[in-house]
């Protein structure tokens, strides 16, 4: 942000909301002006509507110094969820940062699903979330679910500790029960779910360096999914029948280019039912199937 503060330029909130509009939108930022709004509002430690009511109020350097460092890294490509250290999920808060994925509005699908499966909202049930990140899934499905009893599985030791925050922060850790490990691993041969979820890696190894660096500045280890993305579709939908309960679904977030061949590997483990389910885009997001 190339801007000095003299007297002839009041940098009010207005005045530096309408210029880093501009620059966001010349950047090819989509979402610019509430992009620019929401940095504003944490270099300021404020919320959004009290950006207009004192719209006029001029900035201090220090202020401005803030806003312009936030400016800079938005602009070399860090996303803004991890500017701000939170990203909202299904109307809930989480905390995120580099260690993990920032929870999206296609994951939200899943959340759908689980619902439209388990339409009473009161029976008690027991889901494992796979590959949980922040934990968005799971403690969106318990917030959903009161009556459900959550396991969460992740591979990094830091995701498990944002997600295990998350948790807390969203009043649900005496459900849900976050395990370090992969996959299956951290859980029993003995223990039975309902539903088990996943939105797991699934994005193909070169295709990543192409990827714009918003993207690849999240975590690789969340991001591959192997050489043709399919890997962990290929283990998960194997070895899931030995942990379901008969009836139970398996629901899976894929790309929107992986809908038949995780398809094919859905109705290859023996689940009946297999359905397709397109996010609010209109594009392939979520199958899901039933253990017979």
């Not at 002839?8 to 610019?32: K, N, P, Y």
């Not at 620019?36 to 201090?60: I, K, N, V, W």
């Amino acid at each position: 942000m190339q801007v000095r503060y003299t007297e002839s330029v009041a940098w009010t909130s207005l005045a530096v909301l309408d210029w880093t509009t501009q620059r966001f939108t010349e950047a090819g930022i989509g979402s610019a002006r509430l992009e620019a709004q929401l940095l504003l509002a944490h270099a300021l430690s404020c919320t959004r509507m009290e950006l207009y009511t004192g719209f006029d109020r001029p900035l201090g350097d220090a202020e401005l110094a803030s806003y312009r460092a936030l400016i800079k890294r938005r602009l070399a490509g860090e996303s803004v969820a991890y500017l701000l250290g939170e990203q909202e999920f299904w109307g809930l808060l989480f905390h995120v940062d580099a260690s993990v994925l920032v929870p999206r509005p296609d994951t939200e699908t899943v959340i759908e699903v689980v619902r439209s499966l388990r339409p009473d909202r009161t029976a008690p049930c027991r889901i494992l979330d796979l590959c949980t990140g922040s934990g968005a899934i799971a403690i969106a499905l318990a917030v959903e679910l009161p009556a459900a009893r959550v396991v969460a599985t992740d591979l990094s030791a830091a995701a498990v500790a944002i997600a295990r925050r998350n948790a807390e922060r969203n009043r649900v850790a005496d459900r849900v029960d976050v395990r370090e490990g992969d996959l299956f691993a951290p859980v029993a041969t003995t223990e039975r779910f309902d539903v088990i979820v996943a939105n797991p890696p699934y994005i193909a190894s070169a295709v990543i360096p192409t990827l714009s660096a918003e993207v690849r500045g999240e975590p690789r280890l969340a991001l591959d999914g192997g050489p043709d993305g399919l890997a962990f579709y290929d283990r998960i939908s194997t070895a899931a029948p030995t942990y379901l309960d008969p009836g139970g679904a398996l629901v899976l977030e894929h790309g929107y280019d992986q809908a038949e061949p995780v398809r094919e590997r859905l109705v290859a483990a023996g689940f009946d039912g297999v359905t397709l389910v397109h996010d609010l885009g209109k594009n392939p997001r979520v199958t899901h199937g039933l253990r017979p």
